[in-house]
């Protein structure tokens, strides 16, 4: 099987010169759910955004090596940026819903894409909050203001609206931070969901967290991956010491 998105050589340093990666080699592969895990400013954030390029925002950083998407230089002169942040797909902690209703928020972007036909943007809206685990919540209501919504509920539109347009990979950092734990275990759920049509790629909110979704982890600590391998292996039979202390809450 070859890798979705593979990470070679990978190093990034800051414009104030503070180096967050060194030398990152992964395979993340189709259909996964793959965990990027690790105590906070190991790296996890900027790893995560330099796989669609939210990194290009910083002026004056250095990158070594690259990332392989589905066969292609995510690097290279004549990738289409925005177009790549289509098929690869952040989801942000702080959820961000636009003014309007909840079905405007979900068919925004399907409009900027020049989807108008109404069977096909309803068709959309419902697949999209099914699989962020929504639906059941807010289809009698899809044009109340998305405001009105809970802060569970507000993350979870968030992720309906990136998966109304269809990605390939869709990027987590941290999707149920302040969320109740009811909305967290919504939130899990979906994810079994997500990873049968996405590769999904998360930083988790915790170790427990990290043990309940993950497929496969990659440790991360001050930039550097200690250990990657299957959730069991992780978790149950660490190799290097430094995962062992991590995942069984020694340090981090
Ligand atoms: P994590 O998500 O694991 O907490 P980050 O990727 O956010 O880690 O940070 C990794 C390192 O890069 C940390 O040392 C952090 O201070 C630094 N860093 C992150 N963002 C910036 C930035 N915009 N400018 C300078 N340093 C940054
Ligand atoms: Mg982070």
């Given at each position: 099987m070859s890798a979705k998105l593979s990470i070679q050589n990978l190093s990034f340093t800051y414009p104030d010169g503070t180096q967050a990666l060194k030398n990152i080699n992964l395979d993340i592969q189709p259909h996964e759910l793959f965990v990027l895990m690790g105590p906070s400013r190991s790296g996890k954030s900027t790893l995560l955004r330099l796989m669609n390029r939210?990194?290009?925002?910083?002026?004056g950083c250095e990158r070594d090596g690259t990332i392989v998407f589905d066969g292609q230089d995510?690097?290279?002169?004549?990738?289409?940026v925005f177009a790549l942040r289509r098929r690869v797909s952040m989801v942000f902690a702080i959820p961000t819903p636009l003014p309007g209703s909840i079905y405007e928020n979900l068919t925004y972007g399907l409009r900027m894409a020049g989807i108008r036909t109404p069977a096909v943007l309803d068709e959309r809206v419902e697949r999209s909050l099914r699989q962020a685990a929504l639906w059941d919540e807010v289809k009698d209501r899809?044009?109340?203001?998305?405001?009105?919504?809970s802060g569970g509920q507000k993350q979870r539109l968030c992720l309906a609206r990136s998966l109304a347009l269809e990605p390939e990979v869709i990027l987590l950092d941290n999707p149920t931070s302040g969320l109740d734990p009811i909305s967290t275990s919504l939130v899990e759920e979906s994810l079994f969901e997500l990873k049968q049509q996405y590769t999904v790629i998360m930083v988790p909110h915790s170790v427990q967290q990290a043990s309940r979704v993950a497929d496969r982890v990659a440790f991360l600590l001050d930039g550097s991956v200690i250990e990657v391998g299957d959730e069991s292996q992780i978790f149950v039979y660490p190799e290097d010491q430094r995962t062992e202390d991590y995942v069984t809450g020694r340090f981090g």
């Amino acid at each position: 099987m070859s890798a979705k998105l593979s990470i070679q050589n990978l190093s990034f340093t800051y414009p104030d010169g503070t180096q967050a990666l060194k030398n990152i080699n992964l395979d993340i592969q189709p259909h996964e759910l793959f965990v990027l895990m690790g105590p906070s400013r190991s790296g996890k954030s900027t790893l995560l955004r330099l796989m669609n390029r939210l990194s290009d925002l910083v002026d004056g950083c250095e990158r070594d090596g690259t990332i392989v998407f589905d066969g292609q230089d995510l690097f290279a002169p004549d990738v289409d940026v925005f177009a790549l942040r289509r098929r690869v797909s952040m989801v942000f902690a702080i959820p961000t819903p636009l003014p309007g209703s909840i079905y405007e928020n979900l068919t925004y972007g399907l409009r900027m894409a020049g989807i108008r036909t109404p069977a096909v943007l309803d068709e959309r809206v419902e697949r999209s909050l099914r699989q962020a685990a929504l639906w059941d919540e807010v289809k009698d209501r899809l044009g109340d203001s998305a405001f009105a919504l809970s802060g569970g509920q507000k993350q979870r539109l968030c992720l309906a609206r990136s998966l109304a347009l269809e990605p390939e990979v869709i990027l987590l950092d941290n999707p149920t931070s302040g969320l109740d734990p009811i909305s967290t275990s919504l939130v899990e759920e979906s994810l079994f969901e997500l990873k049968q049509q996405y590769t999904v790629i998360m930083v988790p909110h915790s170790v427990q967290q990290a043990s309940r979704v993950a497929d496969r982890v990659a440790f991360l600590l001050d930039g550097s991956v200690i250990e990657v391998g299957d959730e069991s292996q992780i978790f149950v039979y660490p190799e290097d010491q430094r995962t062992e202390d991590y995942v069984t809450g020694r340090f981090g």
